[in-house]
């Protein structure tokens, strides 16, 4: 199946059935498309020069995974830690590399996005599943070598942890979404690509780089960038994924999908010239066709840098 917008090519890359499919991410080492199924405890790969598909079911639920320099391992942040999955193996190796602290909550509690710094630090969020009765989350950083979460954004900062993404020509800044803010905002970060705060008010500095449109009933939920510091942001309810520019907040682009609920985003393929979107499961007489299914979009580059 392949819708066409121009020269923008939208397909159904993997008809995964996701419950909640997330956090995608591109193993080049292996180049394999990485995400997680977080409501069926599944972490799941897909290899686009074969086709070849393969999972495994945890016995928890997997909010957010990060490549390694293994190729054979991947991390997994689970429902309190974060765990190493052996691929090949298809299961868990027993190893925990840290765990949030129990008086920041355990039951009702899960990991949701995250990714690794240009500089090799994870920054992960972790969130509350009653985020819409108004219960916060957090957001965490773990060093290389560390075995210790150090938390970045405390209950009064964040509620819904999501979108990240890095400039690697803007060192300093850190682009992220808490999604019960329906904004996109740029934090000043450190050397490491973390939010920063500023030692003399321990404020977090930032600048709204855009809010969700007013027209708009959706909210902004995962994000990726691209290789010319374009914003590229999947839209819950929306149907869409938008590319922003990150300095004026303007809609360079939106790509509609056969889907209605987009999740997250990264860039993937040889190259890095595919963009792939997570779904999740739709319900009721107007469901799409192919919902929580893995999607390909193919823009030329001339296109994306108009």
Known sequence: MTTQDDQVQVELALDA?????ESPVWGGKTETLYFVDIYENKVRWFK????????????????????????????????RGILELDVPGRKLTGRVLAETPEEHGV??????????TPKGTLLVGRMSTRWRDGEPGRLYRL??????LVEVMGPSEVMLPNGIAWDESKPGVVYYIDSRTEAVRAYTADAEGVPLRDPSTGQLG???????????????????????GRLWVA??????????????GE??????????????????????????????????????PHHGGLFRIRIPRDLRTE
């Open 17 to 21: 059935h996701c419950n909640l499919g």
């Open 48 to 79: 686009p020069s074969t086709g070849e598909a393969s999972e495994v079911t945890l016995d928890q639920p997997p909010g957010t995974i990060v490549p390694t320099s293994d190729p054979d391992r991947i991390l997994v942040a689970g429902a």
């Open 107 to 116: 039951d009702g509690y899960r990991f949701n996005d995250g990714k690794v």
């Open 143 to 148: 060093d290389p070598g560390s075995s210790v």
């Open 206 to 228: 930032y600048r709204t780089v855009t809010h969700r449109p007013n027209d708009w009933k959706t909210v902004p939920d995962g994000m990726t960038i691209d290789a010319d």
């Open 235 to 248: 839209h819950g309810e929306s149907g869409a994924v938008t590319q922003y520019d990150p300095e004026t």
């Open 251 to 288: 809609v360079l682009r939106t790509v509609a999908l056969p889907a209605q609920r987009p999740t997250a985003c990264t860039f993937g393929g040889l190259g890095l010239e595919e963009l792939y979107v997570t779904t999740r499961v739709e319900k009721g007489e107007g469901a799409s």
